[in-house]
Nanobody, 121 residues
Framework: QVHFVESGGGLVQPGGSLRLSCAAS????????IAWFRQAPGKEREGVSG????????YYADSVKGRFTISRDNAKNTVYLQMNSLKPEDTAVYYC??????????????WGQGTQVTVSS
């Protein structure tokens, strides 16, 4: 069974940085597209960024372009999300999932516990 474990969240001041990790177990994520999502209180879950397993190409939501960078380390079976210049509106629980290539459509309707990111002074 596929499992993702998200970590790296925390409380950070506006303008600060965090690096989130998404560790996969139960499968090798080398060839799969993995995306980060977030869900703020009272809002629907939204796609933030994705990275292709085939060629490493990346895509981002407009709200995070230029501030967030997604990357992967296949040797560690982990995908990262480097978040810089954080804003209060980035506050949310962040999740990762396997998605269909180039999209934010999850392959499985299964979500881990996520990691909380809070941006506040």
């Amino acid at each position: 069974q596929v499992h993702f474990v998200e970590s790296g969240g925390g409380l950070v001041q506006p303008g600060g940085s965090l690096r989130l990790s998404c560790a996969a177990s139960g499968f090798t994520l080398d060839y799969y597209t993995i995306a980060w999502f977030r869900q703020a209180p009272g809002k629907e879950r939204e796609g933030v960024s994705g990275i292709s397993g085939r060629d490493g190409s990346t895509y981002y939501a407009d709200s995070v372009k230029g501030r967030f960078t997604i990357s992967r380390d296949n040797a560690k079976n982990t995908v990262y999300l480097q978040m810089n210049s954080l804003k209060p509106e980035d506050t949310a629980v962040y999740y990762c999932a396997q998605v269909y290539s180039g999209s934010y459509h999850p392959v499985y309707d299964y979500w881990g516990q996520g990691t909380q990111v809070t941006v506040s002074s």
